[in-house]
C-alpha cells in the first residue's frame, strides 16, 4: 500500500492508534447532552471541539493536537478528528479518547501568530487574485472583497476533516492526505475506486471492473508530446478534455491542501507524466499551466502521485515546464503558494541547475545570462544562490561570489538525479498568442 508515512517537515511516522492506554476521567455524564450531543449515561463527557490536547502516537510519543471535529459510533464510543500543531494537515486522522493525555493541561486558546499563519495561504492567494484584476482594469467593492474572505473561510470549514481515506488507482491503494469535493455520493465513502486512465471515480470494485471492460483509452486524452523510452508526456486541452481534467483535480486535491481549482478547468493546459509499458501509460503526475499567464507562470499546480514520490519524477515535471518556456522564448517562475513539498521540490531542482552550470561556466556569467540560459526568473535564481551564500550586494547590484572549491562542497550534497528531460525528444509548438488569449479567463 502507498501512503503517507513520513513527514518531510519532522520525519516521523503517520499517527496509528495501537499501544494507548485510556485516562481517567470522572466528569459528570449529564454535560454531554448540554454540549448538544445527545444523553451519554455512562463513562466520561467528550471532548469539546476546540479543545486542545495530548494525544499519543505509535512512537509512544504524545503531541499536542487539536480537535477539529467528532462522531459518536454506534457503540457510543466517541471519535475525534485530531490536527498536530507541529506537523501537516495530511497527517490528521480520527482517534479514540484512549489516544488523550487529559491530566496534562494544555493552552486551549489559538495565539494571534498562530492566527496569522493560518490566514497567510489565503491572503497569499486573494493577493494574486487583485494583482490579476488591477492588470486587467476589474474594479471590486469593498463589500465584494468581504465576500471572498466569507467564502474562503466557508472553505476552510467544509474542508478541515478528510472525507475520503482511500483510493484504488490502477495497482495501488493509496492513502489520501486532504478533503476533496467529490459529489455528496461519492464523499461519504471510505474508499473511491478510479480508472487510472480516464480517472472516472466509482463507489464500487465491481463497478470499475465493469468500467475497465468498456472504457478504450490507454493513455490520458490529448497529445503525447514527449517519449523518451519508457517516459512520456500528454499535453491535455482543459477546453477539449472537460471531464478528464476535472477529475484528475478532484484526484489531485486529495493530496493538495491549498489548491482551490476543480471545475474552472478551460482557461488550463495539464501536462501528464505517465510511465509505460504494455498494457499502456500509467499517470505518475502532473502539472497544469494557463494557457496565457499575465504574470509569466510557467506552472500552476504540481503533483507527484504518492506511490512515485522520492523517485525524482517532482523534478521532471519541472524541468519540463522549463524546457516548455524554452520553446516560448520566455523566462517562467511558478504560480504561488506551493505546496510545501512542493517549494522544497522547486528549491533542490533550482540549486541543481545553477550549481551545474556555475561549474561549468566557472562562475563567469551574470544573473541575466543564467536566466536566459535556463529561463529560471531572476528573483528565483537571486533567492536560490543567497541560500547557498553564492552571491553578494555590492554597489546597488547582486554578484555571484564563488571559487571552484565551493562548487564542488555543494555539489558533494546534490542529490544525483538519473533520469533527465532530453529536449530532443519533444515535440511541441506554444499556442499562437491569439488562441491563448482568447481561451483564458
Request: net charge neutral.
Amino acid at each position: 500500500m502507498a501512503a503517507p508515512s513520513e513527514n518531510p517537515e519532522n520525519g516521523g511516522k503517520e499517527p496509528t492508534a495501537e499501544g494507548a492506554e485510556a485516562p481517567q476521567n470522572g466528569t459528570a455524564p449529564t454535560e454531554a447532552a448540554a454540549n448538544g450531543v445527545g444523553e451519554h449515561t455512562d463513562g466520561p463527557k467528550p471532548v469539546d471541539v476546540g479543545t486542545r490536547v495530548l494525544c499519543k502516537w505509535r512512537d509512544e510519543s504524545f503531541h499536542v493536537c487539536e480537535v477539529i471535529e467528532r462522531k459518536q459510533r454506534e457503540d457510543t464510543v466517541w471519535e475525534y478528528y485530531v490536527h498536530y500543531l507541529e506537523f501537516n494537515r495530511r497527517l490528521d486522522e480520527w482517534v479514540t479518547a484512549d489516544r488523550f493525555d487529559l491530566t496534562t493541561k494544555v493552552e486551549g486558546k489559538k495565539t494571534e501568530e498562530e492566527e496569522k499563519k493560518k490566514s497567510d495561504g489565503r491572503k497569499m492567494t486573494r493577493n494574486l487574485k487583485r494583482k490579476h484584476d488591477e492588470i486587467n482594469h476589474v474594479q471590486k467593492s469593498a463589500e465584494e472583497d468581504q465576500k471572498m474572505s466569507a467564502l474562503e473561510k466557508e472553505h476552510e470549514e467544509i474542508t478541515k476533516v478528510k472525507n475520503i481515506h482511500m483510493i484504488e488507482l490502477g495497482r495501488y491503494e493509496i492513502d489520501t492526505w486532504y478533503f476533496s469535493p467529490y459529489p455528496d455520493e461519492f464523499a461519504s465513502c471510505e474508499k473511491l475506486f478510479l480508472c487510472e486512465f480516464c480517472l472516472k471515480y466509482m463507489k464500487k470494485k465491481k463497478t470499475l471492473l465493469r468500467h475497465k471492460l468498456k472504457c478504450d483509452l490507454r493513455h490520458p486524452p490529448g497529445n503525447e508530446i514527449y517519449r523518451n523510452d519508457t517516459l512520456s508526456v500528454f499535453e491535455v486541452d482543459g477546453q477539449k478534455n472537460k471531464i478528464y481534467c476535472q477529475n484528475l483535480c478532484l484526484l489531485a486535491k486529495l493530496f493538495l491542501d491549498h489548491k482551490t481549482l476543480y471545475y474552472d478547468v478551460e482557461p488550463f493546459l495539464f501536462y501528464i507524466m505517465t510511465e509505460c509499458d504494455d498494457k499502456g501509460c500509467h499517470i505518475v503526475g502532473y502539472f497544469s499551466k494557463e494557457k496565457n499567464s499575465p504574470d509569466d507562470y510557467n506552472l500552476a499546480c504540481i503533483l507527484t502521485l504518492p506511490p512515485f514520490q522520492r523517485k525524482g519524477y517532482g523534478k521532471l515535471l519541472i524541468a519540463f515546464a522549463y524546457e516548455l518556456s524554452k520553446k516560448e522564448n520566455k523566462v517562467g517562475t511558478p504560480e504561488k503558494p506551493l505546496s510545501d513539498l512542493g517549494l522544497l521540490t522547486f528549491r533542490s531542482y533550482w540549486k541543481g541547475v545553477l550549481l551545474d552550470i556555475l561549474r561549468k561556466h566557472r562562475g563567469n556569467l551574470s544573473i541575466k545570462d543564467i536566466s536566459n540560459m535556463t529561463a529560471i526568473k531572476t528573483e528565483d535564481i537571486i533567492s536560490t544562490l543567497q541560500s547557498l551564500n553564492l552571491i553578494k550586494y555590492w554597489k546597488g547590484q547582486h554578484i555571484i561570489s564563488v571559487t571552484p572549491k565551493v562548487i564542488e562542497d555543494h555539489m558533494k550534497n546534490k542529490a544525483q538525479q538519473t533520469v533527465r528531460i532530453d529536449p530532443k525528444f519533444l515535440h511541441w509548438a506554444p499556442l499562437p498568442p491569439n488562441q491563448a488569449k482568447g481561451k483564458n479567463k
